[in-house]
């Protein structure tokens, strides 16, 4: 996310987020779910944004197809954007879909921080302190990003 202009992702920040993501790209089903479970479990006002699983109970919501789907969705949108990493137009480029495809579901700037901070809980649990930072960093460009395309 080189092109942001409030934090710049040093070479050693991409790798690390690249390494750590390459392990999670293992298992993409799996972590997607554990970020939504956790947001929704710490905010659950959130699942009622989701009218074709805003009623059921936590406990089956993993089981539920739409739900599954948009968690892996965000997973791949997480690659698209780390992939572009030394590509700071193609990732602004992404960064603004994203954004843009959230307007009319009322999600805003800060619930993407809310979801950062629990997928940076999740990361700390797996990967060590400068990869966890490394993250963050790279949320606030994201946030940057995301920020521009909706002004
Ligand atoms: C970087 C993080 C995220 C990515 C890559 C992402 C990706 C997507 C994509 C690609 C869609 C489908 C858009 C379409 O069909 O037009 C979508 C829908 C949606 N997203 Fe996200 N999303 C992210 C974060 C969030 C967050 C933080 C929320 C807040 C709760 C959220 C709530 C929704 C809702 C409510 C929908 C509509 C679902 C439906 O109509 O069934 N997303 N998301």
């Known amino acids: 996310m080189g092109q942001c202009e409030s934090h710049t992702l040093t070479d050693k920040d991409k790798n690390l987020i690249r390494d750590s993501f390459a392990v999670m790209k293992k298992d993409m089903k799996g972590y997607g779910i554990r970020f939504f ?10 699942q009622q944004l989701f009218p074709a699983f805003a009623d059921v109970p936590l406990s089956e919501v993993k089981d539920n197809a739409k739900f599954k789907a948009h968690a892996i969705t965000v997973m791949y949108g997480l690659s698209s954007v780390i992939s572009a990493l030394d590509d700071p137009e193609v990732q602004e480029a992404m960064i603004t879909k994203i954004a843009r495809q959230h307007i009319t579901r009322k999600v805003v700037q800060d619930d993407y921080r809310k979801l950062a901070e629990v997928i940076g809980k999740v990361v ?16 606030e460009c994201f946030d940057e990003l995301a920020r521009k395309a909706v002004a």
């Open 37 to 46: 479970m956790e947001f929704f479990e710490q905010y659950p006002s959130y």
């Open 124 to 139: 700390a649990t797996v990967f060590n302190e400068e990869t966890t930072a490394a993250w963050f960093k790279g949320y």
